[in-house]
């Protein structure tokens, strides 16, 4: 099992910053990648970004890039999501996901865990 805790999420201006935290405990040691999700009242979740534990490889939705970066810590298995230039429409409430193995982005299917989320609200 592997639990993962989310923090860093809030009320910010558009244009503003927010960095997210999240951190695996438990049998990490099998971590193939680690990345963040999102999800907007009535829609459905969508892929933000991912990072390749081995390597360091990311890749992020297109609706995201040039704005948000993700990173690792491997000694803490913490990945984090820097988000730069936020607007409105990037409210949500941001979910990390853990991946044991898969493709390269792993589907959304190839995620094993979940964290319970963290709003992320973006006031115009």
């Known amino acids: 099992q592997v639990q993962l805790v989310e923090s860093g999420g809030g009320l910010v201006q558009a244009g503003g910053s927010l960095r997210l935290s999240c951190a695996a405990s438990?049998?990490?040691?099998?971590?193939?990648?680690m990345g963040w999700f999102r999800q907007a009242p009535g829609l459905e979740r969508e892929f933000v970004a991912v990072i390749k534990w081995r390597g360091g490889s990311t890749y992020s939705a297109d609706s995201v890039k040039g704005r948000f970066t993700i990173s690792r810590d491997n000694a803490k298995t913490t990945v984090y999501l820097q988000m730069n230039s936020l607007k409105p429409e990037d409210t949500a409430v941001y979910y990390c996901a853990y991946s044991r193995g898969g493709r390269w982005p792993p589907t959304i299917y190839e995620y094993d865990y979940w964290g319970q989320g963290t709003q992320v609200t973006v006031s115009s």
């Open positions: 438990g049998r990490t040691f099998s971590t193939y990648a």
